[in-house]
């Protein structure tokens, strides 16, 4: 369905009629909700919306469970008209970003609240950001991370909510892009009597273990820049998996691509991790082209499929490989603004997933590849972004990928 249909069915189901819509005073409600189940307060700082914490069960799944924890989310009623629709902004796998509640980001949902008089929610993931159930991440507690225990977390949050703030009546519509589109579609089809519509944005809704079709569209991406462009990187990457095989070109590589450290490839997993890695520096740059960079409250410049292309074609640079070389080296330091290529190797990746602090560097954050988020493809519908010889990383085999990506959730669970 085209994003204006999608947007037309969105409007055709908020625009209805107020019978039985609360008549109370939602401001009044709002600073009434500090009780023994809602616990909040203002962010002086940001007056536009308000931080609170909502009580959750650990395991919504068993009855002689009783222990709880908060979770985050912020609200915001600047838009908000007496009869409005609910707007629930779900969060994912990193804390929430108070720019989403910023009236002056341009947010598409923020749009519609406008338009429709909406209050808007954002609610953080359990166990991403500050919404900490657990004392840690080790394995044992991890097991109260999945999908399952977030889509009742939502389901107890809009009940609390209405009953708090007379919302009972009102239509709620789910938010939500990639995992959370797919946390906001599942919220409507599991939770059809709480929420009313769901905006599904390119939520991958139909599991799979070897998703090719995530590579496919990067390749689309670049060659509707440049028809060129994907075959210069396809070629690019042909010739790094030949230097690769040869321990002798680890230390003109390292210089190539601004390694951390000196290359060191001791195993297939370590061949597949730098392949990867290096590979994420393209697909990052097409899933995220043209972002807001001042909402993301980031400080370097942007890097965009224009300035992949751009530097895949700059032919004084050499051959493709060190185009590419240049490209990564350009990213690590204007977008990244990091001094040099994080160490690239298995054993490095996996001490950081071996971290069960929710401090440590592979907690959660931004990234994707943590150890919360391992746990999360292990216990939800696996869909790993991965292609055997199609796109852009033609010489990474979906062998090698494989044992690699098995081996992580392995061996990072075993603490």
């Known amino acids: ?29 709002i600073e009434r909700q500090i009780s023994n189940d809602v616990q909040g307060h203002k962010d002086e700082d940001k007056p536009v919306f308000q931080q609170h914490w909502i009580s959750q069960k650990l395991d919504h799944f068993n009855g002689a469970d009783s222990r709880a924890w908060k979770q985050k989310f912020l609200v915001t009623e600047t838009y908000y008209r007496t009869g409005g629709p609910v707007f629930l902004m779900i969060g994912g796998e990193g804390p929430i970003n108070n720019q989403w509640m910023s009236t002056d980001s341009g947010s598409t949902w923020l749009t519609y609240a406008k338009k429709l008089g909406a209050l808007c929610f954002l609610l953080e993931h359990r166990f991403y950001g500050d919404s ?36 009972t009546n009102s239509k709620w519509v789910a938010f939500g892009g990639s995992y959370p589109g797919a946390l906001a579609a599942w919220s409507r089809l599991k939770y059809p009597n709480l929420i009313h519509a769901a905006v599904a944005s390119s939520a ?14 990067v390749w689309r991406a670049l060659a509707a ?53 290096l590979a994420d520096s393209i697909m990052s740059t097409v899933q995220y082209n043209n972002d807001n960079r001042a909402f993301e409250s980031a400080l370097g410049t942007n890097c965009t499929i224009k300035t992949v292309c751009g530097v895949m074609s700059e032919e004084s640079l050499g051959e493709p490989y060190y185009r590419f070389a240049a490209f990564v080296a350009l990213r690590t330091t204007t977008y990244l603004l990091q001094p040099c290529f994080k160490d690239p190797t298995y ?41 055997p010889l199609v796109a852009l990383a033609s010489s990474i085999t979906w062998n090698s990928v494989w044992t690699f990506l098995t081996s992580a959730l392995r061996h990072s669970m075993l603490v």
């Open 225 to 277: 820049e440049n028809p060129k462009c994907p075959l210069l990187v396809k070629k690019a990457f042909d010739t790094l998996n030949e230097l690769i095989k040869d321990p002798k070109n680890y230390e003109n590589i390292t210089k190539d691509f601004n390694l951390c450290s000196r290359l060191q490839i001791q195993s297939e997993k370590d061949r597949a991790y730098i392949l990867d890695s």
């Open 204 to 217: 991958p809704l139909h599991a799979t273990v070897n998703f090719s079709e995530y590579l496919e569209v």
């Open 1 to 29: 369905m085209g994003f204006q249909a999608l947007t037309a069915v969105i409007f055709a189901c908020l625009c209805f009629a107020c019978d039985g819509f609360f008549t109370g005073n939602i401001h009044r409600n």
């Open 347 to 387: 054993s490095a990746n996996l001490q950081d997933l071996r971290n069960t602090s929710y401090s440590g560097p592979a907690s959660g954050g931004d990234s994707g590849c943590t150890r919360p988020a391992l746990s999360l493809a292990i216990s939800r519908p696996l869909i790993l972004q991965t292609s």
């Open 132 to 167: 900490h159930p657990t004392v840690d991440l080790r394995t044992e507690n991890l097991q109260f991370l999945s999908s399952q225990q977030a889509l009742a977390d939502l389901a107890h949050f809009r009940t609390v909510m209405a009953k708090q703030l007379g919302l």
